[in-house]
Nanobody, 121 residues
């Protein structure tokens, strides 16, 4: 019952920047964490960045110092600011939300539709 809509992907040259957005629907649930994952062809989906409801963040070593995850609670939205992009950042990026429905006792993961990021000259 948690719907996620992603935007912001595209084609960018090495060294460029993009900002991804992921907006969660309103509803009877509590969001406990939000994050971004990416998957390149032939590779496993990997964590890029995550942020907990308490504001703690976690980044993949490959993006530390270049990417920043943030939230706008009023808009129920998570962002990923990506700077100094490299060709190896090319992947489909997926928004992830860990939430608990009011009528449930456990958290579940919900996923966005994915947005393509291509870094190429």
């Amino acid at each position: 019952q948690v719907q996620l809509v992603e935007s912001g992907g595209g084609l960018v040259q090495p060294g460029g920047s993009l900002r991804l957005s992921c907006a969660a629907s309103t509803g009877a649930f509590r969001i406990n964490a939000m994050g971004w994952y990416r998957q390149a062809p032939g590779k496993q989906r990997e964590l890029v960045a995550a942020i907990s409801s308490g504001g703690l963040t976690n980044y993949a070593d490959s993006v530390k110092g270049r990417f920043t995850i943030s939230t706008d609670n009023a808009k129920n939205t998570v962002y990923l600011q990506m700077n100094s992009l490299k060709p190896e950042d090319t992947a489909v990026y997926y928004c992830n939300v860990r939430a608990r429905l009011w009528i449930e006792r456990s958290d579940y993961d919900y996923w966005g539709q994915g947005t393509q990021v291509t870094v190429s000259s």
